[in-house]
């Protein structure tokens, strides 16, 4: 199975810093590579697809990119409501994988 | 509206069985991939399951494999998950996902349901 790693666990930021989350795959996973945000007590929300494809009604200070195996998820100027956990996962296989998620907390 | 709706979960002993069904409402059920995603108490997201939209192909975490079964009813716009001799590491929110036509990823989510297996 293809194994999903984010870096860092977690990172502790003010609003308006920009934000980097690295996800890397332990195989080639060419560009399936899909972002999630969630909040506590509720179900995750997809970011990005893709690779770099925003979702329709997200916010376009969330970029990402990156194939094969390192990809890279941007917040250009952190907002009160992006502190949250992100994860990433790959859709290149049928048995799809997570990353152990980054926690974004308030400095 | 798009909605997925979980139940069945609840309190289970280590070693029992449990059926968790998920109701799929706003979309035609039978063009997509359908999935199970869990998320144990404090950790992460955890890819469980998922099943064709035919049925017709199944797979599964390493985890689960030969006790958790997947299955769905394309009549009945219902999501399945039979789950058997379950451990306390199965212990967990349940989200029934639906995957986006192209590219795999979870497009909608339900809220989930906890199970919780007891020693």
């Known amino acids: 199975d293809i194994q999903m790693t984010q870096s860092p666990s977690s990172l502790s930021a003010s609003v308006g810093d920009r934000v980097t989350i690295t996800c890397r795959a332990s195989?080639?996973?060419?560009?399936?590579l899909n972002w999630y945000q969630q909040k506590p007590g509720k179900a995750p929300k997809v970011l990005i697809f893709g690779a770099s494809t925003l979702q329709s009604g997200v916010p376009s200070r969330f970029s990402g990119s990156g194939s094969g195996t390192a990809f890279t998820l941007t917040i250009s100027s952190l907002q009160p409501e992006d502190f949250a956990t992100y994860y990433c996962?790959?859709?290149?296989?049928?048995?799809?994988?997570f990353g152990q998620g980054t926690k974004v907390e308030f400095k | 509206e798009v909605q997925l709706v979980e139940s069945g979960g609840g309190l289970v002993q280590r070693g029992g069985s449990l059926r968790l069904s998920c109701a799929a409402s706003?979309?035609?059920?039978?063009?997509?991939?359908m999935s199970w995603v869990r998320q144990a108490p404090g950790t992460g997201l955890e890819w469980v399951a998922n099943?064709?939209?035919?049925?017709?192909?199944?797979y599964y975490v390493d985890s689960v494999k030969g006790r958790f079964t997947i299955s769905r009813d394309n009549a009945k716009n219902s999501l399945s998950l039979q789950m058997n001799s379950l451990r306390a590491e199965d212990t967990a929110v349940y989200y029934c996902?639906?995957?986006?036509?192209?590219?795999?990823?979870?497009?909608?989510w339900g809220r989930g349901t906890l199970v919780t297996v007891s020693s």
């Open positions: 099943i064709r939209q035919d049925g017709s192909e199944k």
């Open positions: 996962q790959q859709s290149y296989t049928t048995t799809r994988t």
């Open positions: 996902a639906r995957e986006a036509i192209y590219g795999g990823y979870v497009d909608f």
């Open positions: 706003g979309f035609t059920f039978s063009n997509y991939w």
């Open positions: 195989q080639s996973i060419r560009n399936y």
